[in-house]
């Protein structure tokens, strides 16, 4: 499945959050993400993506939390990359030490983090477009690169 909306010009990550902010005043409920500059969207997912998500959140939040490690955030939670990309992955997981020395998070505003683990959920529905393989190189070197 290709993107129902890929962006023609290039974006900053501030014009990308105006974008956003003004789609979900108008109750848009979609979910979109800037990478290399362009903004893309895809529909909502279908059967059994959320489920799997949860099965995720479920497990490495318990793990995450007995053991205090960090942070669990769910698939609305917005990261703006060194790159320049911002992305919504379906999991992520932010480690304390990384929490600490990142910018203090802003009400309504991206974190500015790079997180310690990303997951993306990826199904035949999503396999065949983005899901989540243009940002993953990105995000995988970003990490590596933050240290």
């Given at each position: 499945?290709?993107?129902?909306?890929?962006?023609?010009?290039?974006?900053t990550p501030e014009e990308f959050a105006r974008?956003?902010?003004?789609?979900?005043?108008?109750?848009?409920?979609?979910?979109?993400?800037?990478?290399?500059?362009?903004?893309?969207?895809?529909?909502?997912?279908?059967?059994?993506?959320?489920?799997?998500?949860?099965?995720?959140?479920?497990?490495?939040?318990?793990?995450?939390?007995?053991?205090?490690?960090?942070r669990v955030l769910g698939s609305s939670q917005?990261?703006?990359?060194?790159?320049?990309?911002?992305?919504?992955?379906?999991?992520?997981?932010?480690?304390?030490?990384?929490?600490?020395?990142?910018?203090?998070?802003?009400?309504?505003?991206?974190?500015?983090?790079?997180?310690?683990?990303?997951?993306?959920?990826?199904?035949?529905?999503?396999?065949?477009?983005?899901?989540?393989?243009?940002?993953?190189?990105?995000?995988?070197?970003?990490?590596?690169?933050?240290?």
């Open positions: 499945m290709e993107p129902v909306f890929e962006s023609v010009e290039a974006f974008f956003v902010g003004e789609r979900e005043a108008k109750g848009d409920i979609h979910h979109y993400e800037l990478l290399h500059g362009r903004i893309v969207m895809m529909p909502p997912a279908g059967w059994p993506h959320g489920s799997a998500e949860a099965l995720v959140l479920i497990r490495l939040g318990t793990i995450v939390s007995a053991k205090n490690l960090g917005g990261f703006l990359l060194p790159s320049g990309d911002v992305v919504e992955p379906d999991a992520s997981f932010v480690s304390k030490r990384r929490w600490a020395s990142a910018p203090a998070p802003r009400k309504g505003q991206f974190l500015q983090v790079v997180p310690d683990l990303l997951v993306e959920i990826v199904s035949p529905k999503t396999a065949l477009g983005t899901g989540g393989r243009s940002w993953a190189s990105t995000s995988t070197t970003a990490c590596a690169s933050t240290g």
